[in-house]
């Protein structure tokens, strides 16, 4: 945990308060990836920071969404992001998981260039997220949904996507509810069916979108004990979320995006109290 003294880095420049975040990295968690996940990506590199943005840029049309965006995570962290409807949060995703393109700069994981792998290929060698909206295949069963992602993050020579689904199922509490048609789920379970599909594909670095968006509080609460306990496991976790005291009780630093860049980046009780945040969710007046 880096709360204490790690200040706020500001797009600007400006130091706002604390000192830069130099702090001691998370050591990188051991067994989370498994001997064949490493040599898909040809080289093993001791990094302390497992995701790395470098300069990355994307625009659809007029709209830019990344704009020379540089952000790196680190091994072991919690990571929270906002920012304003439309600031490119679920596009930074995208491009991390490969889903978009971006139009230049480069993506590195582990160490290793990643900018030009299709999706499959990031999926195998440890990234996985939840969408925004929830997409289960609502035909098929829980167990089942599971198994489809199980099997997306397996070696598709390996057969062996039924242990992975089923301890997936189990750490997001979806075991009872197995056989159950995912179509006929209610939101909770929908958001933890997303979880359990990311999971199951064995990621060590986990991207969450919004996933607690729509909840209420008590079920909000629930997805927080859900989210530490995979924290504690080892992971590595990214969460985009509106609802920022859920992101509080959870991430060690706090990254505000506005425009396709990175506005703020720092302690996250500080990024919550500094001026800008204030002026780009309720105006400069405010
Ligand atoms: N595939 C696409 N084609 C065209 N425009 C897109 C595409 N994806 C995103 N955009 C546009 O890029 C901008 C950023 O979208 P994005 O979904 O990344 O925002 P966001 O920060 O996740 O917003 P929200 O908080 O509402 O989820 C929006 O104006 C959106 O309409
Ligand atoms: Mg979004």
Redesign the pocket.
Known sequence: MEKAGQGVRSAFGRQQSGTDRTGARTARPLGLRSARRRRETCAVHRNNDILELDRISRS??S?C?ADQLSLNVRNGEALGII????????????MITGA?RVDGGAIRFDGVPITDLPPHRRCRIGIARSH?VPRPFADMTVFENVLVGATFGADPHSGAATVPALRALERTGLLAKANQRAGALPLLDRKRLELARALATGPSLLLL??IAGGLTEHEVAELIQTIRALRAEGLTIVW?E?IVHALLAVVDRLVV?NL?KVLLDGDPHEVMASEQVREIYLGADA
């Open positions: 659809f049309g709209v969404v920012g304003p409807n439309g600031a490119g949060k679920t596009s930074l995703f995208n978009i925004q979108d919004e985009i509106h995006l396709g």
